[in-house]
């Protein structure tokens, strides 16, 4: 790894710098307390809407902007949105009758909270949610009978739409499908059960383009680590590309290091090379 003046950090959350237990370990927590006081920006970058985000991470002093929604939105500390990148109403319209006919799980996000098919929400392990993610799923801020009706309502306002399906050959042929008849789409997934779609030109990586145009940083001076392929375009644009050990191949693939699981620190591993990086840079 070449030595590098990193003076932004894009971090997901969900898998990278949570453990599989949703839980901030005292380690990871206090790297990015130190990369902050170093004076390095550091910024969660979570397919999560900024509703449910972790309070324990947004309350970190120093972590100033949040990136949302998979890129969809950026909010700043206080939680005003300062960028939006909504689905295009004719995409929404085209996504809903081209799955006409077909049963499934949809979820979206409209002005940073959750709306969920209550089958979801009253059963989060049937449709493969973790346990530990069971708590975070019947949180969300709408549990709704009628989600097709509720997308078409607010078919103008979406930061994204989920499709949840367990059937990993059902899941393939909506996304080819959907893939093969629109054209404004990103889809990605952030999980194996998971479908995701926001606006071609809402992914992480635009997110990490935009802010660093709002701050004036270089992106050859910013770092992002990911553990799954919604991460992989914020990587692969990054000054120094990181991947969790356990990450997506498509995160792994993009990656400049390859850093510990979620589960053993990884992200406070990351930080501790940056910070000696910088240091050692700035000595010379």
Partial sequence: MNSKDIKLIALDLD??????NNTLSDRVKRSLEKAIQSGIEVVAAS????GSMPKNVLEIEGLNYSI???GAAVHDKSGRRIHSTPVSENDVISLLKITEGHDL???????GLTYTDSRYTSNPLKYGCSEAYVDYVKASHGHIDNMRDFIYNHRKELDSIEIICTDAKKRAYIRQLISDNTSGFYITTSSENFIEFMDRSATKGSGVEW???????NKEHTCACGNADNDADMIEQAGLGAAVENASKLCLDCADIIVPSNNNDGVARLIEIILNTNEQGSSN
Avoid: K, M, Q, W
Avoid at 15 to 20: E, H, K, S
Avoid at 105 to 111: G, L, N, P, R
């Fill in 211 to 217: 802010l660093c145009n709002h701050l004036d940083i």
């Fill in 68 to 70: 949302t929604s998979n």
């Fill in 15 to 20: 898998g990278t710098v949570l453990t599989d």
């Fill in 47 to 50: 397919g999560r809407p900024y």
């Fill in 105 to 111: 799980i949809f979820e979206a996000y409209v002005d």
